[in-house]
């Protein structure tokens, strides 16, 4: 299945280019790159005024001029949406002046973008990037409470993206503090509320938090103020793409995207112990994401370079300072895998077809990815897999001469896997084997007739509609995780 960029539903897109949902026509680009590779969601998730919009504007501006550190890379713009928005955002950054706050929406538009050839040859990304207002961080929770109304887009985008930017000024924070009592760690309360009300676990979510309007810290006209240490403002200030784009500016030297990313572990890892010594409510954050099994990466950027002038004023060259650094950090996050999330679906190859015309495969991987879980899906009886680990299994034709096997499978997956075995009217010939087994909390039985209750694997549900299929995953993951703190 794909995820309509404008209102977050799965549908397969074989009818037309329209959105089954919202009836928004969807760019083709987008479809026939998402059948391949899931989009990168973006999500900018911050207090207001502490630079959401502006590290979008440079971040965008960015993107035109790549080619200059990856050669042949090159992006598109996908709607006209996104066309009309970078341009205003364009017309901003080559007059020097910067955007104001994101207006507040409940169905906030994405900017659609296409990147090909980036970080490296061959390797190509959508981004579906969704810039919230400020106010959004403050209404949220309340908003996902409220029973009375499906939750708003903006909310359903957050829980949608693997990787959230965390927005938060280092110059700013204290003031915040100070004035409300707000931290850090209030941002991520936020988050997790959020998750928890849409039933989405934070296991293996990524956070990445941008600490943002670094050169302002450099004036040191505030005695008072945070000090980030000396190695990480030596990173900072010797970024060499820090004028990429601007006039006179020289020629960059090519990205090693490889040596780069090993440098932004480094400075991830020195901005989180200042984050725990140093920021507002730093410490609690820190321990609140471990606490729920959430990955955490820091990095530290300006996407102004200067402190606000007049707006519109002529002639100023921003300094953009580290804003490839968030972008390369959700590429490099959004390809990787996590063994503790290994899945296979196996799908039945006989039976009365029940499975497949009530679209249970689809139902089963959607109620998986809300769990952050990526399967692979598997007819019975075969070894390799027909839908690889992330790729929905859409357009479903089972193969015919297959006898109904699984054991060829799961001893084929990873150790602590998980499998779940789709069925009709008919069992794996097998299925017994593997009861009382090592995969006996690992095992999970899905099927349209009571004839699955006749087996001895311990988790066995029958579903015949999205919402059953949805309440037996939510279960059998929650056993899993028991079985696994154990």
């Excluded at 009309?84 to 104001?100: C, N």
């Excluded at 991987?365 to 879980?373: E, K, Q, T, V, W």
Aim: hydrophobic residues 35%; negative net charge.
């Amino acid at each position: 299945m794909i995820d309509c960029p404008y209102c977050l539903t799965p549908q397969s897109f074989h009818r037309g280019d329209n959105c089954e949902s919202c009836g928004k026509k969807v760019p083709r680009q987008y479809i026939e790159i998402a059948r391949t590779k899931p989009p990168i969601w973006i999500v900018t998730f911050g207090p207001t005024q502490h630079g959401k919009s502006t590290l979008l504007g440079s971040t965008t501006f960015l993107m035109e001029r790549l080619s200059a550190i990856v050669p042949r890379s090159f992006h598109t713009y996908l709607d006209d949406f996104t066309i009309k928005r970078v341009a205003e955002i364009q017309r901003g950054q080559h007059m020097g002046d910067v955007l104001g706050p994101t207006v507040k929406n409940d169905s906030p538009e994405p900017l659609l973008i296409a990147l090909k050839n980036f970080p490296s040859a061959k390797e190509s990304q959508i981004f579906v990037i969704f810039d919230l207002a400020g106010e959004v961080v403050e209404e949220i929770t309340n908003r996902v409470m409220d029973d009375s109304s499906e939750p708003p887009l903006y909310a359903r985008a957050v829980a949608k993206a693997k990787t959230v930017w965390f927005i938060v000024s280092l110059y700013d924070i204290q003031r915040d503090a100070k004035s409300s009592g707000k931290s850090i760690n209030n941002l991520f309360w936020s988050y997790q509320h959020t998750m928890a009300q849409l039933n989405v676990s934070l296991k293996n979510r990524d956070i990445l938090v941008i600490y943002t309007k670094a050169d302002l810290l450099l004036q040191q006209d505030n005695i008072n103020q945070l000090e980030i240490p000396s190695d990480v403002y030596k990173y900072f200030e010797t970024d060499p793409y820090y004028d990429l784009g601007n006039r006179g500016a020289e020629k960059p030297a090519l990205l090693d995207h490889n040596d780069y990313l090993t440098t932004l572990e480094r400075v991830s890892d020195q901005l989180q112990s200042f984050t725990q010594d140093e920021v507002p409510g730093g410490s609690a954050f820190v321990a609140m994401a471990e606490d729920s099994e959430t990955n955490l990466y820091f990095t530290i950027d300006s996407a102004q370079g200067s402190a606000s002038g007049t707006r519109g004023e002529l002639g100023i060259q921003i300094k953009r300072y580290r804003v490839v650094d968030p972008l390369l950090w959700t590429i490099m996050l959004s390809s990787d895998e996590d063994p503790e999330s290994a899945a296979a679906i196996v799908l039945p190859v006989h039976g009365n077809g029940q499975v497949y015309s009530m679209n249970l495969p689809i139902a089963l991987y959607d109620a998986l990815r809300s769990h952050n879980i990526h399967p692979s899906t598997y007819f019975m009886g075969e070894t390799k897999a027909v839908f690889s680990t992330g790729n929905a299994p859409v357009d479903v034709i089972p193969p015919s001469g297959r006898v109904p096997l699984i054991g060829t499978i799961l001893e084929r997956l990873p150790k602590d896997s998980i499998a779940i075995i789709l069925v009709d009217d008919l069992l794996p010939i097998d299925i017994d084997d593997f009861a009382e087994t090592t995969w006996d909390d690992r095992l999970l039985l899905i099927g349209t007739d009571k004839i699955i209750m006749n087996t001895r694997i311990r988790w066995k549900y029958q579903a015949q509609t999205v919402t059953e299929v949805g309440q037996s995953i939510r279960e059998f993951t929650r056993q899993v995780e028991l079985s696994r703190t154990k």
